[in-house]
Nanobody
């Protein structure tokens, strides 16, 4: 079955960096676009970034543009999110997502907390 496992979250001071990973299995990773979303307490889940199957098309939410970079390694079935210049408002649970056969799949998420 499709499985997505996020890792790399943690507590970090404002201005610092983190890199998240999402390891995928159960489908042909290199054939699928992938997305990162995040959800803060009391808020709806929001789009962060998307990357096409071949890294050809990449989109970012305005709130992270210029600070976050999405990438993927199809040989390792892994999606990455490099987060620089982190702000307290980036605090959230970060989820990776894909669609297979018309069904959306989500990982369990990884917590990112930005605080001094």
């Amino acid at each position: 079955q499709v499985t997505l496992v996020e890792s790399g979250g943690g507590l970090v001071q404002p201005g610092r960096s983190l890199r998240l990973s999402c390891t995928a299995s159960g489908f042909t990773f290199g054939d699928r676009g992938m997305n990162w979303y995040r959800q803060s307490p009391g808020k709806e889940r929001e789009f962060v970034t998307s990357i096409a199957y071949n890294s050809g098309n990449i989109h970012y939410a305005n709130s992270v543009k210029g600070r976050f970079t999405v990438s993927r390694d199809n040989a390792k079935n892994t999606l990455y999110l490099q987060m620089n210049s982190l702000k307290p408002e980036d605090t959230a649970v970060y989820y990776c997502n894909t669609w297979v056969g018309g069904t959306a799949y989500w990982g369990r998420g990884t917590q990112v907390t930005v605080s001094s």
